[in-house]
């Protein structure tokens, strides 16, 4: 079993930045990949950022790309998403997810995820 636990969210102007972070934990966390998705209410989840966890290669949707950097650190089981120059259209309850496959976009194909943390990102 995993766990994953995100933390950093909260409220700030456009234009300002916040550092997710998404700690995980169990002795069988060796994913393939990692991924950062949001929802905002209403909305389906959507697909923020991923990081391939052995090989480092990073994705990104358009709407963030430029702006929001994915990283890890492998000997803290942490993934992290730097979002800069954010905008209120980036509110939303943002998610980590753990997946074993090689494709990240889709939600359903992801196997553990946190609990969710709030961004809101005032005008």
């Known amino acids: 079993q995993v766990q994953l636990v995100e933390s950093g969210g909260g409220l700030v102007q456009a234009g300002g930045s916040l550092r997710l972070s998404c700690a995980a934990s169990?002795?069988?966390?060796?994913?393939?990949?990692m991924g950062w998705f949001r929802q905002a209410p209403g909305k389906e989840r959507e697909f923020v950022s991923a990081i391939r966890w052995g090989g480092g290669s990073t994705y990104y949707a358009a709407s963030v790309k430029g702006r929001f950097t994915i990283s890890r650190d492998g000997a803290k089981n942490t993934v992290y998403l730097q979002m800069n120059s954010l905008k209120p259209e980036d509110t939303a309850v943002y998610y980590c997810?753990?997946?074993?496959?090689?494709?990240?976009?889709?939600?359903?194909?992801?196997?553990?995820w946190g609990q969710g943390t709030q961004v809101t990102v005032s005008s």
């Open positions: 169990g002795r069988t966390f060796s994913p393939y990949v």
């Open positions: 997810g753990s997946s074993l496959l090689n494709e990240y976009v889709t939600p359903n194909r992801y196997d553990y």
